[in-house]
């Protein structure tokens, strides 16, 4: 089994900025590629940014020049440095990881999510 857990959310003004982290373990040989995405309310599930294990990166259009994803392989953990936050940028982030497990089956698995609010 793999787990997935998130940690960084909360509550913060316009213009403010947090740091997300999720760290997967369990039954891991090789994590593949990870990334963030977010559910306002109301809206549907959306891709806020994406890396692969060599490190190359990708940005939904409303983020980029903001927010940064980055991971440390050795310890399976990913994260996302969000900077100028606006109340537009308010959901549940949700991390997700693509695991190769230790009996080499590979699978897709999500983390439990973390709300982010941005508000005066």
């Known amino acids: 089994q793999v787990q997935l857990v998130e940690s960084g959310g909360g509550l913060v003004q316009p213009g403010g900025s947090l740091r997300l982290s999720c760290a997967a373990s369990?039954?891991?040989?090789?994590?593949?590629?990870m990334g963030w995405y977010r559910q306002g309310p109301g809206k549907r599930r959306e891709l806020v940014a994406g890396i692969n294990s060599g490190g190359d990166t990708n940005y939904a259009d409303s983020v980029k020049g903001r927010i940064t994803i980055s991971r440390d392989n050795a310890k399976n953990t990913v994260y996302l440095q969000m900077n100028s936050l606006k109340p537009e940028d308010t959901a549940v982030y949700y991390c997700?990881?693509?695991?190769?497990?230790?009996?080499?089956?590979?699978?897709?698995?999500w983390g439990q999510g973390t709300q982010v609010t941005v508000s005066s």
């Open positions: 369990g039954s891991i040989y090789v994590a593949g590629d």
């Open positions: 997700k990881a693509n695991i190769l497990s230790l009996v080499r089956i590979r699978s897709d698995y």
